[in-house]
T-cell receptor, first 113, second 111 residues
Framework: NAGVTQTPKFQVLKTGQSMTLQCAQD?????MSWYRQDPGMGLRLIHY???????DQGEVPNGYNVSRSTTEDFPLRLLSAAPSQTSVYFC????????????FGNGTRLTVT | GIQVEQSPPDLILQEGANSTLRCNFS?????LQWFHQNPWGQLINLFY???GTKQNGRLSATTVATERYSLLYISSSQTTDSGVYFC?????????????FGKGTKLSVIP
């Protein structure tokens, strides 16, 4: 199994451009989430989903949109990129239930100039 | 939301030494996970440990949920243990389905 797959691995954007970070999992996990990691910080939750058609905001949702049309995919959209969104983005998935056990993708390093 | 503090922030060990990493959290939790982020940035799940003690080779973890802390023990450290260790508790109250990460302990194991 591939697990959690993120694309692209690296991306450079100019301020104001839009793009979508892709995340796919093949473990039939109901729960999926996006985190960002900044230097010296832990991971901060952007958005999450507990199933197809259901999304919710995390700690730092501003500037990002998500949708969940299938169980497998959970794309993250930046509508108008800003330098403050320069970061490493991680997608993670888990079975839902009483508690979560996250499995992470390998990350996307995004630079906004 | 829940507050998470990890200590120490940085740790340098000679190969073969033992260490204990600590994670304090401010509220009751359903779950707690420990992760290792290797020097290439990959996040690896080490333990799922809402309470009690678990062992996996040279690593073990203990969570005392009633006292709101968890410990990660690394014995006979190796250079491959280098990286950043994160704990991430899941708050059990309103707003669950959110793991909150600490800022991590950066471990460097030198030969």
């Amino acid at each position: 199994n591939a697990g959690v797959t993120q694309t692209p691995k690296f991306q450079v954007l100019k301020t104001g451009q839009s793009m979508t970070l892709q995340c796919a999992q093949d473990m039939n996990h109901e729960y999926m989430s996006w985190y960002r990691q900044d230097p010296g910080m832990g991971l901060r939750l952007i958005h999450y989903s507990v199933g197809a058609g259901i999304t919710d905001q995390g700690e730092v949702p501003n500037g990002y949109n998500v949708s969940r049309s299938t169980t497998e995919d959970f794309p993250l959209r930046l509508l108008s990129a800003a330098p403050s969104q320069t970061s490493v983005y991680f997608c993670a998935s888990s079975y839902s239930g009483l508690s979560l056990t996250l499995h992470f993708g390998n990350g996307t390093r995004l630079t906004v100039t | 939301g829940i507050q998470v503090e990890q200590s120490p922030p940085d740790l340098i060990l000679q190969e073969g030494a033992n260490s204990t990493l600590r994670c304090n959290f401010s509220d009751s939790v359903n779950n707690l996970q420990w992760f290792h982020q290797n020097p290439w940035g990959q996040l690896i799940n080490l333990f799922y440990i809402p309470s009690g003690t678990k062992q996996n080779g040279r690593l073990s973890a203990t969570t005392v949920a009633t006292e709101r802390y968890s410990l990660l023990y690394i014995s006979s450290s190796q250079t491959t243990d280098s990286g950043v260790y994160f704990c991430a508790p899941e708050y059990s109250g309103a707003g669950s389905y959110q793991l909150t990460f600490g800022k991590g302990t950066k471990l460097s194991v030198i030969p």
